[in-house]
């Protein structure tokens, strides 16, 4: 069964930055495309990045840039100029989201 463990999260000030971690054990990051989602309070979970089995990623946030490790079974999201619209819950999963959610991680953007 995959597991899936979201860290790197906490409270950062409008423009500041996070790196986001995604580390996965019962299965084997390389075979699969691999995605960041985001749950704002009150709001559907959306997708923020895709990270691809050839390690090319696409993000629909510009400011955000995602980085795996198949060797390691990790993978990041680098989050740049921070607002208060990017906070939420941020969680990983396989692309489509077939897996099992993890807890996520708590971003909270604000003064």
């Known amino acids: 069964q995959v597991r899936l463990v979201e860290s790197g999260g906490g409270l950062v000030r409008p423009g500041g930055s996070l790196i986001l971690s995604c580390a996965g054990s019962g299965n084997d990051f390389s075979l699969f495309h691999m995605s960041w989602y985001r749950q704002a309070p009150g709001k559907q979970r959306e997708l923020v990045a895709v990270s691809r089995v050839d390690e090319t990623w696409t993000s629909e946030i510009g400011r955000f840039t995602v980085v795996r490790d198949n060797r390691k079974n990790i993978m990041f999201l680098q989050m740049n100029n921070l607002d208060p619209e990017d906070s939420g819950v941020y969680y990983c999963?396989?692309?489509?989201?077939?897996?099992?959610w993890g807890q996520g991680t708590q971003v909270t953007v604000g003064a």
């Open positions: 999963n396989r692309y489509p989201a077939l897996w099992t």
